[in-house]
């Protein structure tokens, strides 16, 4: 059954260059409403669970070496739709790749420094936002 939730991090790329607020702005124009949301760093070893997925892929280390370089924002986002929407919102992955307007297109540097996550699934929206937030953490 599709849920209305996606899960996202603002990388430390964009935390650290000062666009959380324009992001988060973003988000919330989009018709996103934040159900979740905290300010924290994560540790290597953190970031290669959360990442565990990807622990095959040659590019595992530098995603866990980036994701714990600064502070990150993790946020639990409700819409309907919300998986698809906020990847459309996003764009590409690689931000060469991004549309026009999108975050990544906007504010995204390279493929590791890409501005933000989003959840791929339903599935792994339910697991990323339970990876950080407890039920007293969210609104709902
Ligand atoms: P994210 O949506 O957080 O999920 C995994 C991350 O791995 C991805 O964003 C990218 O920042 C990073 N990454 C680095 N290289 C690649 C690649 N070749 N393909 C996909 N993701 C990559």
């Keep these: 059954m599709a849920t209305n939730r996606t899960f996202t991090m603002i990388k430390p790329d964009a935390f650290g260059a000062g666009n959380s607020g324009a992001i988060l702005k ?3 124009e989009a018709g996103f409403k934040i ?3 905290k300010a924290t ?3 290597k070893e953190v970031a290669g669970k959360f990442y565990e997925v990807h622990s095959a892929r040659p590019f595992y280390g530098e995603l866990c070496d980036f994701m714990s370089s600064g ?3 993790a946020a639990i ?3 309907e739709n919300a998986v698809a929407d906020f990847r459309t919102l996003i764009g590409a992955t690689n931000p ?3 549309a026009p307007g999108t975050i990544r297109n906007l504010f995204a540097k390279s493929i590791d420094a890409n501005a933000v996550h989003g959840s791929d699934s339903d ?3 339910a697991i990323e936002g ?3 937030f407890s039920q007293f953490e969210r609104i709902a």
């Design 26 to 28: 973003m988000i919330e």
């Design 35 to 37: 159900v979740a949301l």
């Design 41 to 43: 760093k994560l540790t």
């Design 71 to 73: 502070p990150i924002i």
């Design 77 to 79: 986002l409700e819409k």
């Design 96 to 98: 060469k790749e991004a």
């Design 123 to 125: 599935e792994n929206a």
């Design 130 to 132: 339970n990876f950080f």
